[in-house]
């Protein structure tokens, strides 16, 4: 696991730019460091070792030393690749899987990500075509990015890379702000740093000598081979044995590996079939004299299946006082109030290993989500009210906004890429335009996603809604902060579930093994069922809860947000007063904590990244001078 850094054709940049960039990401890569350099390219690596740990040493190069390699990541069925490798002569002098993608390029070129199953984000520069190649993985878990304004063109793992850069120029993407504020992400390639773009999940770009950079899909994920005569008990027996496979094939690691731990079904079931294999210490996060924590559930299943847990705690002024800081590592804003509890487990667990297997993925591939399953009422409403009574009703119950019934009736005369509550997340369209400084920015949520609806437009809502989740959700918002609070800890996260041989399987499964009418991930629970005690399986989800509603309400907290409220990029961007009336309105009991905390973090962000626009008061000054 790793970082890696490069750019291409910069004559006059000082020879230790590429030091520079590659220290920024030192977090990724504390064990080592090494660089490439000719006269078109230059390349950095930061390495932690966690296979073959005397060798793999990157930048890598092929038997005639025309291509360069940095990788980031794990290939989890390199040893297969490598017996292919062999039988067309290559000669393999180390044994870690980097070998097997510098070798596997020169032999299928791009092709080779049809045969990669991992995590891992790559790129290669090849000599001889002065070009550069870049891949990431399937469902996006390892990050890159590149910059590409037309005459300079850099690429890394993380964006604070590029601002050690000369010929980088850092602006904000302020047309981005309102994506930001309606998803907490952007779920496109685009960034909030205008021409820095992300390499989307199963795409690779090759930068070419004139300057030109394309761009192709090798994956995407597809429910094109749903199979209705699957049956739940079949398909948890299926289930049950990808899951097991899927989990030796991620325990490999010359290092030792340990696991997240919470009181829900996805993280449980993973660490139960890794016990199987060894003992595994677990790792669990919780609040002290808390509702919201969860270690007593934790705690007792590690008891029960006879492994060693390992409590950790945090604060409101834990949470509070590192914000600022995940703001610097997350690169872009994100507001989901979990990472900050994932950030001090993942520095809790780094203390005792240097890997950690996780649950994520399951609520997308399985339909563990609540909301999946508010399609039947709509899907009924829709099967049995004409479209245009629909619009009529949804129209006049917009104008008397008391009406018990009134949000079922509105959203019922929406397609459902409007309706869809991650569209629109945190801010609709017209709360943007209350908050927004220049309403005249504010675009269509709907409309900027709903090319994944049309993706999947003739298949049910529910199946939609997964889909949708899979291809946003999953790497904008769960991968993006699993990765980012975990390598600014130096600990490598794998995620069993997130998985291209569980996302084939996950594809094949019709609605009514995935969601019922009352009971999510039902073919998942099954399979945890015959492993797990019934308490376990059949858990409701909670996510990954936190007392921060309530935090915001007392001090010395809200001064904080009140201080952020009131600051001068609150001024620079919002309507204040709109902002101190959300608050107030949380205050006084009406629930408006994730609206809260995305302007709040957004200021951090900005604060952090953007100081030569502000005063910073809100983020003090070792945080400041990180930038």
């Given at each position: 696991?790793?970082?890696?850094?490069?750019?291409?054709?910069?004559?006059?940049?000082?020879?230790?730019?590429?030091?520079?960039?590659?220290?920024?990401?030192?977090?990724?890569?504390?064990?080592?460091?090494?660089?490439?350099?000719?006269?078109?390219?230059?390349?950095?690596?930061?390495?932690?070792?966690?296979?073959?740990?005397?060798?793999?040493?990157?930048?890598?190069?092929?038997?005639?030393?025309?291509?360069?390699?940095?990788?980031?990541?794990?290939?989890?069925?390199?040893?297969?690749?490598?017996?292919?490798?062999?039988?067309?002569?290559?000669?393999?002098?180390?044994?870690?899987?980097?070998?097997?993608?510098?070798?596997?390029?020169?032999?299928?070129?791009?092709?080779?990500?049809?045969?990669?199953?991992?995590?891992?984000?790559?790129?290669?520069?090849?000599?001889?075509?002065?070009?550069?190649?870049?891949?990431?993985?399937?469902?996006?878990?390892?990050?890159?990015?590149?910059y590409d304004d037309g005459e300079t063109f850099l690429w890394a793992s993380e964006i604070k890379a590029?601002?050690?850069?000369?010929?980088?120029?850092?602006?904000?993407?302020?047309?981005?702000?309102?994506?930001?504020?309606?998803?907490?992400?952007?779920?496109?390639?685009?960034?909030?740093?205008?021409?820095?773009?992300?390499?989307?999940?199963?795409?690779?770009?090759?930068?070419?000598?004139?300057?030109?950079?394309?761009?192709?899909?090798?994956?995407?994920?597809?429910?094109?081979?749903?199979d209705n005569s699957q049956t739940v008990e079949e398909d948890a027996k299926k289930i049950r044995g990808?899951?097991?496979?899927?989990?030796?094939?991620?325990?490999?690691?010359?290092?030792?590996?340990?696991?997240?731990?919470?009181?829900?079904?996805?993280?449980?079931?993973?660490?139960?079939?890794?016990?199987?294999?060894?003992?595994?210490?677990?790792?669990?996060?919780?609040?002290?004299?808390?509702?919201?924590?969860?270690?007593?559930?934790?705690?007792?299943?590690?008891?029960?299946?006879?492994?060693?847990?390992?409590?950790?705690?945090?604060?409101?002024?834990?949470?509070?006082?590192?914000?600022?800081?995940?703001?610097?590592?997350?690169?872009?804003?994100?507001?989901?109030?979990?990472?900050?509890?994932?950030?001090?487990?993942?520095?809790?667990?780094?203390?005792?290993?240097?890997?950690?297997?996780?649950?994520?993925?399951?609520?997308?591939?399985?339909?563990?989500?609540?909301?999946?399953?508010?399609?039947?009422?709509?899907?009924?409403?829709?099967?049995?009210?004409?479209?245009?009574?629909?619009?009529?009703?949804?129209?006049?119950?917009?104008?008397?906004?008391?009406?018990?019934?009134?949000?079922?009736?509105?959203?019922?005369?929406?397609?459902?890429?409007?309706?869809?509550?991650?569209?629109?997340?945190?801010?609709?369209?017209?709360?943007?335009?209350?908050?927004?400084?220049?309403?005249?920015?504010?675009?269509?949520?709907?409309?900027?996603?709903?090319?994944?609806?049309?993706?999947?437009?003739?298949?049910?809502?529910?199946?939609?809604?997964?889909?949708?989740?899979?291809?946003?959700?999953?790497?904008?918002?769960?991968?993006?902060?699993?990765?980012?609070?975990?390598?600014?800890?130096?600990?490598?996260?794998?995620?069993?579930?997130?998985?291209?041989?569980?996302?084939?399987?996950?594809?094949?499964?019709?609605?009514?093994?995935?969601?019922?009418?009352?009971?999510?991930?039902?073919?998942?629970?099954?399979?945890?069922?015959?492993?797990?005690?019934?308490?376990?399986?059949?858990?409701?989800?909670?996510?990954?809860?936190?007392?921060?509603?309530?935090?915001?309400?007392?001090?010395?907290?809200?001064?904080?947000?009140?201080?952020?409220?009131?600051?001068?990029?609150?001024?620079?961007?919002?309507?204040?007063?709109?902002?101190?009336?959300?608050?107030?309105?949380?205050?006084?009991?009406?629930?408006?904590?994730?609206?809260?905390?995305?302007?709040?973090?957004?200021?951090?962000?900005?604060?952090?990244?953007?100081?030569?626009?502000?005063?910073?008061?809100?983020v003090d000054l070792v945080h400041r001078t990180q930038i």
């Open positions: 696991m790793c970082g890696f850094v490069g750019y291409v054709n910069q004559k006059d940049v000082p020879t230790n730019t590429i030091n520079s960039m590659a220290d920024r990401i030192k977090h990724r890569g504390p064990d080592d460091e090494a660089f490439f350099h000719d006269e078109q390219a230059v390349m950095g690596f930061r390495r932690l070792s966690i296979i073959d740990l005397a060798h793999g040493k990157q930048p890598m190069y092929n038997r005639d030393q025309t291509k360069v390699l940095t990788f980031n990541g794990e290939i989890y069925n390199y040893q297969e690749i490598r017996a292919d490798l062999q039988k067309l002569g290559y000669e393999f002098q180390t044994d870690v899987d980097s070998e097997v993608l510098i070798h596997g390029y020169d032999a299928w070129g791009p092709k080779l990500l049809d045969r990669l199953r991992g995590m891992y984000a790559f790129a290669i520069y090849d000599k001889t075509k002065n070009e550069v190649f870049g891949a990431r993985d399937h469902f996006g878990i390892k990050p890159m990015y590149y590029f601002l050690e850069h000369p010929n980088f120029k850092k602006e904000f993407n302020e047309a981005l702000l309102p994506i930001h504020l309606s998803f907490e992400f952007i779920p496109s390639r685009d960034t909030m740093f205008k021409n820095v773009y992300k390499v989307l999940p199963g795409q690779y770009f090759i930068h070419h000598a004139n300057g030109e950079t394309e761009t192709h899909r090798y994956y995407k994920f597809n429910y094109d081979h749903i990808i899951v097991d496979e899927s989990v030796k094939t991620h325990m490999i690691a010359d290092v030792e590996v340990g696991s997240f731990l919470s009181s829900g079904i996805d993280s449980s079931y993973v660490l139960n079939e890794a016990s199987k294999l060894k003992p595994i210490q677990s790792f669990s996060l919780g609040f002290k004299n808390s509702k919201y924590s969860e270690l007593s559930w934790s705690t007792e299943f590690a008891k029960e299946i006879k492994q060693k847990n390992t409590p950790l705690y945090m604060t409101g002024d834990d949470y509070f006082d590192i914000l600022p800081t995940i703001m610097y590592y997350m690169d872009e804003p994100l507001s989901n109030p979990s990472a900050m509890q994932l950030y001090y487990l993942s520095k809790g667990t780094r203390e005792s290993v240097k890997v950690a297997l996780s649950g994520e993925g399951a609520d997308e591939f399985f339909g563990g989500y609540n909301t999946y399953l508010e399609a039947i009422p709509f899907e009924r409403y829709q099967k049995w009210v004409p479209k245009g009574i629909r619009k009529m009703l949804g129209g006049i119950a917009e104008k008397f906004p008391r009406f018990h019934g009134r949000r079922f009736l509105v959203r019922g005369a929406q397609p459902l890429s409007e309706r869809y509550y991650r569209v629109n997340y945190v801010f609709d369209y017209h709360d943007r335009n209350k908050i927004l400084k220049n309403p005249s920015l504010n675009q269509d949520a709907g409309a900027y996603t709903k090319h994944f609806f049309d993706d999947v437009k003739g298949l049910d809502e529910m199946t939609q809604m997964q889909y949708f989740d899979i291809n946003t959700w999953l790497p904008y918002d769960i991968l993006h902060k699993a990765d980012r609070m975990s390598m600014a800890n130096s600990l490598e996260v794998r995620t069993p579930l997130v998985d291209k041989e569980v996302a084939k399987f996950a594809a094949t499964m019709p609605v009514k093994t995935r969601i019922h009418t009352d009971e999510t991930k039902v073919s998942l629970r099954a399979a945890a069922e015959a492993e797990l005690p019934e308490r376990v399986a059949k858990k409701e989800k909670m996510g990954f809860p936190s007392p921060i509603a309530t935090w915001i309400k007392t001090e010395p907290y809200k001064s904080r947000i009140i201080e952020a409220f009131n600051s001068d990029v609150a001024q620079k961007f919002f309507n204040t007063d709109a902002l101190m009336d959300i608050l107030h309105e949380h205050i006084n009991g009406k629930s408006s904590m994730q609206k809260i905390f995305t302007i709040y973090t957004f200021i951090l962000w900005y604060e952090v990244y953007f100081p030569e626009d502000t005063t910073a008061k809100t």
